[in-house]
């Protein structure tokens, strides 16, 4: 048996369809097909009932599932234990971040590790969905969050203010006309920031556009589609910061798991990056 069928297995049954589990491994639909088909006939058994709503488990599908996942579980420990014991400074190391930091921030660290570490290769996912850190999806991780997950370890290595936030040329609003002025939402993942929340029961019914990621929100206030609410650590020319919101406050966590944390490449990108927000001069950010 093909594990890497059982991967496709697994994906196909979380997303319940073969174009979102092709997105989901950055495969072709055909490929997912074609291995699908391929794993059915490695077990004599149709996994899935093929409906017009998508894939569905069959009984035994839902049995091979339950095994693939302790089969997966298994090969993730021993792929980070192996891993931990790797106290060499070269190689590769995933990051992922928001964009506004890969933007701002990682370059600084990157630029160092260069001079200092040119074995080390850094990749660099930029986005506000999270990655598995327990599946190694990324190594370490730089994330704003109030509630770091506890089955990992990290660092909290900033505190954050929340804006609201127009474009320059914008005459300050009293908290009194933001009543009625035009705000960027959030929606997919960043709903999950209290922040979003707070800003969605108080002007939700005055959100006229909605974003996925931070950059993205800047960039429509800077062109005047309406208000956004940002973190301090999120730079953008031609944003004036018209109302700190005293009811909100964040923080930014550097993030990887226990099995990583020896790793030497690791953690010589974790201090890199520790350096590299100790450069940061922006007054309403305050490291702790």
Avoid: C
Avoid at 12 to 32: F, K
Avoid at 138 to 166: C, F, N, Q, Y
Avoid at 225 to 253: F, M, N, T
Wanted: no cysteine; hydrophobic share 45%; charged share 25%.
């Amino acid at each position: 048996m093909n594990w890497n069928d059982l991967k496709i297995f697994i994906a196909i049954a979380e997303a319940g369809t073969l174009a979102g589990a092709a997105r989901t491994l950055a495969q072709n639909h055909s490929t997912v097909f074609r291995r699908l088909n391929a794993l059915e006939s490695d077990v004599r058994t149709r996994l899935f009932e093929r409906l017009a709503t998508g894939y569905t488990l069959t009984p035994a599908g839902e049995r091979m599932l339950e095994l693939a996942r302790q089969a997966d579980d298994a090969v993730t420990t021993i792929d980070r234990e192996l891993v931990g014991r790797d106290l060499d400074p070269t190689g590769t190391v995933r990051l992922t971040t928001a964009p506004d930091l890969a933007r701002l921030v990682v370059p600084r660290a990157i630029k160092a590790l260069r001079r200092s570490h040119p074995g080390i290769l850094v990749e660099v996912s930029a986005g506000d969905s999270d990655y598995d850190l327990n599946r190694r999806e990324a190594d370490l991780a730089l994330r704003a969050t109030t509630r770091p997950p506890e089955h990992l370890v990290g660092r909290k290595v900033m505190s954050l203010s929340w804006w609201i936030a127009g474009r320059s040329r914008s005459a300050s609003r009293t908290w009194r006309a933001l009543a009625d002025a035009d705000f960027i939402g959030a929606e997919r993942a960043l709903m999950r920031l209290d922040a979003f929340q707070w800003l969605e029961k108080h002007y939700g019914h005055r959100v006229v556009a909605r974003a996925n990621d931070l950059s993205t929100m800047a960039g429509l206030a800077r062109a005047g589609v309406g208000l956004a609410l940002l973190p301090s650590d999120v730079q953008e020319p031609g944003l004036k910061r018209l109302h700190r919101v005293p009811d909100l406050a964040g923080e930014l966590w550097l993030l990887t798991h226990p099995d990583l944390r020896h790793v030497q490449r690791i953690r010589t990108v974790w201090d890199a990056l520790i350096d590299a927000l100790g450069d940061e001069d922006d007054p309403d950010v305050n490291p702790p």
